[in-house]
């Protein structure tokens, strides 16, 4: 079954203190995996499209990598601007374009 | 903001009610997704519409149905409400079926 597994659920760093957040995924043929950002009752915003193993794209202080079974979101000196969940996704080879999410990171930056 | 906007933002009604959610989808963009967000389950996939014809579907409940109307505009139709209904339900649309990007969100809640 394809899955998409988060870790941690919820991270506290102070202002500044830089991190990396995990997706790894089983899945059977991947199209694409994909970053987003969501705050409290909003929806998602998104952040990144990444397609093949070794790719890296970069936003602001965000970082996402990914290698052939999972992908950091590394973030660099964060702000409490930052606080928000993080939401991977991926987008399957096979079949239609739905969207499989992993349950979030819930992040919070301490100033 | 993404471009996509939902009408109603908050839903209040009783079991066994019936709603319509409304979503309008960026400019341009043929394909219109829809998500529902519960705090146990996290974000589901339900359907897809592109260009007016059903392409994909998940696991949404019979009691629901959706369309998509010539504008493009697209409805989402819950029917015979359940308190277990109670959710956010998010509208993504795309262009080009890989990065999907979100309204703001209905939240229903049924009492």
Request: glycine content about 8%.
């Given at each position: 079954?394809?899955?998409?597994?988060?870790?941690?659920?919820?991270?506290?760093?102070?202002?500044?203190?830089?991190?990396?957040?995990?997706?790894?995924?089983?899945?059977?043929?991947?199209?694409?995996?994909?970053?987003?950002?969501?705050?409290?009752?909003?929806?998602?915003?998104?952040?990144?499209?990444?397609?093949?193993?070794?790719?890296?794209?970069?936003?602001?202080?965000?970082?996402?990598?990914?290698?052939?079974?999972?992908?950091?979101?590394?973030?660099?000196?964060?702000?409490?601007?930052?606080?928000?969940?993080?939401?991977?996704?991926?987008?399957?080879?096979?079949?239609?374009?739905k969207l499989t999410f992993g349950t979030g990171t819930r992040l919070t930056i301490i100033p | 903001d993404s471009g996509v906007t939902q009408t109603?933002?908050?839903?209040?009604?009783?079991?066994?009610?019936?709603?319509?959610?409304?979503?309008?989808?960026?400019?341009?963009d043929l394909s219109v997704y829809w998500y529902q967000q519960s705090l146990d389950q996290g974000l589901q996939f339900l359907i897809q519409y592109?260009?007016?014809?059903?392409?994909?579907?998940?696991?949404?409940?019979?009691?629901?149905?959706?369309?998509?109307?010539?504008?493009?505009?697209?409805?989402?139709?819950?029917?015979?409400?359940?308190?277990?209904?109670?959710?956010?339900?998010?509208?993504?649309?795309?262009?080009?079926?890989?990065?999907?990007?979100?309204?703001?969100?209905?939240?229903?809640?049924?009492?």
């Open positions: 079954e394809d899955q998409v597994t988060q870790s941690p659920e919820a991270l506290r760093l102070q202002e500044g203190e830089s991190s990396s957040l995990n997706c790894s995924y089983t899945v059977s043929g991947l199209r694409g995996l994909f970053w987003y950002r969501q705050d409290p009752g909003k929806g998602p915003e998104f952040l990144f499209t990444l397609y093949s193993a070794g790719e890296e794209k970069e936003k602001e202080r965000l970082k996402a990598t990914l290698t052939k079974k999972e992908s950091f979101l590394h973030i660099t000196a964060p702000k409490p601007e930052d606080s928000a969940t993080y939401l991977c996704a991926v987008l399957l080879n096979f079949g239609n374009e | 109603p933002k908050h839903l209040i009604t009783a079991t066994g009610q019936r709603v319509t959610l409304r979503c309008s989808p960026r400019s341009g592109y260009n007016g014809e059903e392409r994909a579907k998940g696991n949404i409940l019979e009691r629901f149905s959706a369309q998509q109307f010539p504008d493009l505009h697209s409805e989402l139709n819950l029917s015979s409400l359940e308190l277990g209904d109670s959710a956010l339900y998010f509208c993504a649309s795309s262009a080009t079926g890989y990065e999907q990007y979100f309204g703001p969100g209905t939240r229903l809640t049924v009492t």
